[in-house]
């Protein structure tokens, strides 16, 4: 395994934790966005452990949540104009970028 993809891996099951910490304490709101929030997290922890296995379905799991997970902190930062979510943003693009690469693709069972 690619130390880069334990790394990843660890990364994104802490960011998933927060996440449904934060969505179980209420700061999502209540009805749509909660239940969805709560989907996506489910999904990236699925992947995720897909990922560890190298497994392709996990690995299309991470990329897809990386990618959306960039795309939500660049809508974040355009409508507030915290810096934080552009920094955040691009270090979970560059993960992106990391796991679209041909080696870790070939790496994958």
Not at 15 to 39: P, Q, R
Not at 70 to 91: C, N, Y
Request: glycine share 10%.
């Amino acid at each position: 395994m690619l130390p880069g993809l334990a790394f990843i891996s660890m990364f994104l099951i802490f960011l998933t934790m927060v996440n449904v910490y934060a969505d179980l304490s209420g700061a999502y709101g209540a009805g749509v966005t909660k239940y969805g929030i709560l989907s996506l997290c489910t999904l990236l922890a699925i992947g995720i452990f897909g990922l560890l296995r190298l497994k392709k379905w996990g690995w299309a799991l991470v990329s897809a949540g990386c990618l959306l997970l960039s795309t939500g902190d660049f809508f974040f930062f355009t409508k507030f104009h915290q810096s934080f979510f552009l920094i955040r943003g691009i270090f979970i693009l560059v993960f992106f970028l990391y796991l679209v690469r041909t080696e870790v693709r070939e790496r994958l069972l």
